[in-house]
Nanobody, 124 residues
Framework: QLQLVESGGGLVQAGGSLRLSCAAS????????MAWFRQAPGKEREFVVL????????VYADSVKGRFTISRDNTENTVYLQMNSLKPEDTAVYYC?????????????????WGQGTQVTVSS
């Protein structure tokens, strides 16, 4: 069983930066496609970005392209999300997720394991 724990959320002013971490335990992270999703109050869970098993391929939502960067360190069993130029509309609970599947997907139902989430709040 893979366990995921996110950290690094907080309150930041618009234009600021945060770095989220997702620490994995129980299984080797390198066997999973990893992704970040987010969910704002009253809204559905939204895809943010994914990264392939070896980190060579990434897919970003248009809303975060050029501002967010995903990376992974399989030796440390950790995935990161660097968020720059934050906007109030980025406010949400951010979740990391792991997919055992072959092909990458932006659909949350494709992901097998989820963390508990970390709150990101961007003030205007």
């Amino acid at each position: 069983q893979l366990q995921l724990v996110e950290s690094g959320g907080g309150l930041v002013q618009a234009g600021g930066s945060l770095r989220l971490s997702c620490a994995a335990s129980g299984r080797t992270l390198s066997t999973y496609i990893m992704a970040w999703f987010r969910q704002a109050p009253g809204k559905e869970r939204e895809f943010v970005v994914l990264i392939s098993r070896n980190g060579g391929n990434t897919v970003y939502a248009d809303s975060v392209k050029g501002r967010f960067t995903i990376s992974r360190d399989n030796t440390e069993n950790t995935v990161y999300l660097q968020m720059n130029s934050l906007k109030p509309e980025d406010t949400a609970v951010y979740y990391c997720a792991a997919d055992r599947g072959i092909l990458p997907s932006t659909l949350p139902q494709r992901y097998d394991y989820w963390g508990q989430g970390t709150q990101v709040t961007v003030s205007s």
